[in-house]
């Protein structure tokens, strides 16, 4: 996790793009009839990367069904520009669909030839049926003329154990957001500390920890498991809205005041559970509150579209208005089978990666032309991933010649 906060953003159309969104009533679908630009040009031919997805495509599938069912729910009239090139929004979902179908090609392939012909087969595909489009930098912009010149990092969906009802040993609440009115403006110590919305009807769940409560909070969501009497049970909770205050780190006040060394949230938990007298005054550094709500599915994009772990990406969304594109990245990530400690010693071991991504949500620290955030999903693997990305590497966005 690069240190920002998860903030989504809802798809308003504004810079970027000539406003034209209309809800339609009844069953009709949304109308968006847009014109958006994107801050790209066309990749030269020594620009091109060689396509190849390290994970073989698992879950791709499942992050293009999921797009398409949003888009099956607009009706798509307006435009968007990659470069100067002008596209009408249904080649957007034409290039999906397209390479649900190369995806299919390549597993069919699979079965009769060598990957590596399989891939060189799907390389050249790529390259004759899609115009491939990189970040236009300027002089102006991070990393111009730097050879990996896009900024990587990532997150995750946590997952902590949670009770229905408070006790001693679960004493933290989860708050769904409450009725308009003062208590939306409570900050971080006055809800959990002071307890001022102590059974105000927002109390969802409890957890054991105050520090994991943050980290979901920095998250934008998150997943709680809940022993009950017929056994475990699991909820997605998904960002429903801030008391409006100011987010600021407490790794930097910590850091600040000397209390830790590094920034890791190893060394903040371990001060924080070794100096409870210490809490309050650090939670104060932050009085931005996130808002939970239930959901059925992984946490949700800022276009209302469930997340795919390792093939969602989180892009500027001032600069990439419309959500859903098809994109390639690559980069470097941990290598399988380290852990914390690895995380504390400076010892962490990295190899590169590339694969197909869709750009589906956005973040508040998530800003300018060649900035990307990766959601890596769920698990342990997922959490260290996100908790340790801080790289350059390349976009290439592709849509449907």
Not at 88 to 96: D, I, K, M, N
Not at 132 to 146: A, Q
Request: proline fraction near 5%; hydrophobic fraction near 30%; glycine fraction near 8%.
């Amino acid at each position: 996790m690069g240190e920002w906060v998860r903030i989504l953003v809802l798809p308003l159309c504004l810079a970027s793009c000539t406003p034209v969104f209309a809800k339609s009533k009844g069953s009709n679908p949304d109308v968006i009839a847009a014109t958006f630009q994107t801050p790209t040009r066309l990749a030269r031919s020594g620009e091109v990367p060689r396509f190849t997805d390290d994970l073989d495509f698992a879950w791709m599938e499942i992050a293009i069904q999921r797009q398409l069912t949003r888009y099956r729910r607009m009706r798509l009239e307006g435009f968007v520009y990659y470069g100067q090139d002008k596209y009408p929004l249904v080649r957007v979902v034409e290039s999906l669909e397209s390479f649900g179908e190369l995806i299919r090609e390549f597993s069919i392939c699979l079965a009769s030839k060598s990957k590596v012909q399989c891939q060189s087969d799907l390389h050249s595909r790529i390259v004759s049926d899609y115009h491939v489009y990189v970040p236009n930098l300027e002089p102006k912009d991070p990393r111009y003329n730097d050879r990996e010149s896009t900024f990587f990092t990532g997150y995750y969906t946590p997952l902590i154990k949670v009770t229905e009802a408070p006790s001693p040993d679960y004493p933290h609440a989860i708050h769904s957001r409450p009725p308009k009115g003062a208590l939306t403006k409570s900050t971080r110590v006055e809800i959990d500390f002071d307890h001022v919305l102590r059974n105000s009807g927002t109390e969802m769940f409890f957890a054991q920890d105050l520090f994991e409560l943050y980290i979901m909070h920095v998250e934008g969501g998150g997943k709680v498991e809940v022993q009950g009497s017929g056994g475990k049970e699991s909820y997605y909770l998904s960002y429903d809205g801030t008391n409006k205050q100011s987010f600021r780190f407490i790794s930097k006040y910590m850091m600040e005041k000397g209390y830790i060394q590094d920034r890791s949230n190893a060394s903040q938990h371990r001060f924080l559970k070794e100096n409870p007298d210490k809490q309050r005054e650090i939670y104060e550094y932050c009085p931005s509150y996130v808002f939970f709500k239930i959901t059925s599915t992984p946490p949700l994009g800022n276009d209302g579209v469930p997340l795919t772990d390792n093939r969602s990406i989180a892009t500027d969304s001032d600069l990439y208005r419309f959500k859903g594109g098809l994109a390639f990245i690559s980069s470097y990530r941990p290598e399988e089978g380290q852990g914390e400690a690895e995380e504390s010693a400076k010892s962490i071991r990295y190899k590169p990666f590339s694969r197909f991504v869709l750009d589906q949500d956005t973040g508040g620290a998530i800003k300018g032309k060649a900035r990307v955030d990766v959601y890596w999903g769920e698990g342990e693997y997922a959490a260290f991933t996100a908790h340790n990305s801080s790289h350059n590497g390349n976009i290439y966005f592709l849509i449907k010649k």
